[in-house]
């Protein structure tokens, strides 16, 4: 099942994560969506380091974090915060590589109501 990353994305921003290095977020609209995310292990190093067109040596980590639905990543910038040639200072303007991806997901699982009856 193809499914776009906007469509079941609450949020996905950048920010900065110090001076040296850019962090990206993305905040899914239910559990199950993030859920389906996380346990294909779609997000990985390789991936973001094309899409920023960086070494994978500079993707610093990309992990799950379960309380908010949330995948993040980080890399090391490019050029520092503030330094001359920078052109975001924020690091606000940096998730526009991950608007446009599609992934090719399996079906989601039924949701259950109480009893473990289909709702």
């Excluded at 292990?41 to 639905?69: H, N, Q």
Aim: charge should be neutral; proline fraction near 9%; aromatic fraction near 8%.
């Amino acid at each position: 099942m193809m499914v776009r990353l906007i469509d079941v994305a609450e949020v996905i921003r950048s920010k900065n994560s110090g001076p040296y290095e850019l962090t990206l977020d993305v905040i899914f609209r239910t559990r199950s969506d993030y859920e389906r995310f996380r346990d294909a292990r779609i997000f990985t190093p390789a991936l973001v380091a094309s899409l920023y067109r960086v070494p994978v040596t500079d993707v610093v980590g990309v992990v799950a974090f379960d309380p908010a639905k949330a995948i993040k990543a980080t890399i090391v910038r490019p050029i520092p915060s503030g330094a001359i040639g920078e052109r975001d200072v924020y690091g606000a303007q940096q998730h526009a590589p991950l608007l446009g991806l599609v992934f090719d997901l399996p079906e989601a699982p039924p949701v259950r109501g109480e009893g473990g009856a289909p709702c």
